[in-house]
């Protein structure tokens, strides 16, 4: 069976990919986020320039989803909490949507 933090994982990792859209177009705090994963290893530099380079908050959200995309469940998880501490109102929204 899998771990309680296994289905966690999962679960949050599902939030992310079921939201994809509506965090493109409303995550306004993206080198925020980026940053803090930065930080944490979670990023790496090249992805991280090609965020900063990026014009637009869609653009660097864009590129920041190819990061979660390659890095998988446990990228994403690190994401979740990066987003629920930046932009709690917006993660709030999304949470209250899929309840499922």
Not at 2 to 28: C, I, P, W
Not at 35 to 55: P, V
Not at 68 to 93: I, T
């Amino acid at each position: 069976t899998m771990s309680s933090f296994g289905k966690r994982e999962k679960r949050q990792a599902h939030f992310v990919d079921g939201n994809y859209a509506a965090l493109v177009q409303r995550v306004t705090s993206v080198m925020a986020i980026a940053d803090e994963l930065k930080n944490e290893d979670i990023i790496h530099e090249e992805k991280y320039a090609e965020i900063r380079a990026e014009q637009t908050s869609q653009g660097k959200m864009r590129k920041l989803f190819e990061a979660l995309n390659a890095g998988g469940h446990r990228v994403k998880n690190d994401f979740y909490y990066a987003l629920r501490n930046h932009e709690p109102y917006l993660f709030r929204d999304l949470g209250t949507v899929h309840t499922n």
